[in-house]
């Protein structure tokens, strides 16, 4: 299935590097996510973009900069990140408000970010 | 906003038993539930939604329960098998909107065989 793709898929990164996370979907959704999944805790939701359009940002340190050029992309850009940042970092689409399916997510494979 | 917990944290079953995951939440204005997979490394995958109109929906071996009265929601697995293993999340969301969805801290089920 690669219906949400995600690179790369491993990332180690110093405190002072920049560096970016990129996303692409293929469904043709209009909905894209960007979800933190740390060990032993519930799947954090980042930033939701909505027909491009930034429509949440769950009060995230602004050390994560998305970005959402179409309906199909979506970046997380990264600078002078913290240790404890080092998770899985997960992209996610679905088909948008306009559709009662809406709901259903659909994540990519995730990039394993490690912060040193 | 909408709270989800999601017991137990982990659960062992033998080979061919059931399995069975709790989730209760907070917001009554809820009225989609998800379930998705995560096996190690890989992503998280719908396996099984319930919508709060019905109480009971069933794919195979895979069933979800939903008691809108008490706010409460359960993934049954019957006649487990090892690739069941995996992490189970729950989820809860209103209004149509993904956006909202709120996720359980999941469950780590290990089937022994």
């Known amino acids: 299935e690669t219906g949400v793709t995600q690179t790369p898929r491993h990332l180690v990164m110093g405190m002072t590097n920049k560096k970016s996370l990129k996303c692409e979907q293929h469904?043709?959704?209009?909905?894209m996510y960007w979800y933190k999944q740390s060990a032993k805790k519930p799947l954090e939701l980042m930033f939701v973009?909505?027909?491009?359009?930034?429509?949440e940002n769950n009060s995230v340190p602004s050390r994560f900069s998305p970005e959402c050029p179409n309906s199909s992309h979506l970046f997380l850009h990264l600078h002078t990140l913290q240790p404890e940042d080092s998770a899985l970092y997960l992209c996610?689409?679905?088909?948008?408000?306009?559709?009662?399916?809406?709901?259903?997510?659909?994540f990519g494979e995730g990039s394993w970010l490690t912060v040193v | 906003g909408e709270n989800v917990e999601q017991h137990p944290s982990t659960l062992s079953v033998q080979e061919g038993d059931s399995a069975v995951i709790k989730c209760t939440y907070s917001?009554?204005?809820?009225?989609?539930f998800p379930w998705y997979k995560q096996e190690l490394g890989k992503r998280p995958q719908l396996i099984i939604d319930?919508?709060?109109?019905?109480g009971e929906k069933k794919d195979q071996r895979i069933a979800v329960t939903l008691n809108k009265t008490a706010k409460h929601f359960s993934l049954h697995i019957t006649e487990t098998q090892p690739e069941d293993s995996a992490v189970y999340f729950c989820?809860?969301?209103?209004?149509?909107?993904?956006?909202?969805?709120?996720f359980g801290s999941g469950t780590q089920l290990t089937v022994l065989p």
């Open positions: 996610a689409s679905s088909p948008g408000q306009s559709h009662f399916s809406g709901n259903t997510i659909y």
């Open positions: 469904l043709g959704h209009n909905a």
């Open positions: 973009y909505n027909f491009k359009e930034q429509t």
């Open positions: 917001d009554s204005a809820s009225n989609y």
């Open positions: 319930i919508r709060s109109n019905v």
């Open positions: 989820a809860a969301s209103h209004s149509g909107s993904a956006r909202q969805l709120t």
